[in-house]
């Protein structure tokens, strides 16, 4: 299971740090991605960590994902926001290794997803 959180409401400029705790597999042997779905678009890729860190270009500069192994954790730290960062954002896992960017960023690569959390930004 993967269970998201620390979504809230934060003013453009902020910043958030999201939580993606995994229970019943360890990290070790998955691909964590970060996905994220505003309303009326499709979901999209925001970022992800396997033997390699990788982001959209959206988010670039801006966001940094971790993990914290002994908590079996993978954090998204979201600094400068802006509106059109406002989504729910989801993680999810993959059992893929030294994945291309494309694979690390798509939808369809991941077998398991946690519920989101809410992320909105204030203008």
């Known amino acids: 299971q993967l269970q998201a959180s620390g979504g809230g409401l934060v003013q453009a400029g902020g910043s958030l740090r999201l939580s993606c705790a995994a229970s019943?597999?360890?990290?070790?042997?998955?691909?964590i991605g970060w996905f994220r779905q505003a309303p009326g678009k499709e979901r999209e890729g925001v970022s992800c960590?396997?033997?390699?860190?990788y982001y959209a270009d959206s988010v670039e500069g801006r966001f940094t994902i971790s993990s914290d192994n002994a908590k079996n954790t993978v954090y998204l730290q979201m600094n400068s926001l802006k509106p059109e960062d406002t989504a729910v954002y989801y993680c999810a896992a993959a059992r893929i290794t030294l994945p291309t960017t494309a694979q690390a960023l798509g939808v369809t690569t991941y077998d398991y997803w946690g519920q989101g959390t809410l992320v909105t930004v204030s203008s």
């Open positions: 960590i396997s033997n390699s860190k």
């Open positions: 019943g597999f360890t990290f070790d042997d998955y691909a």
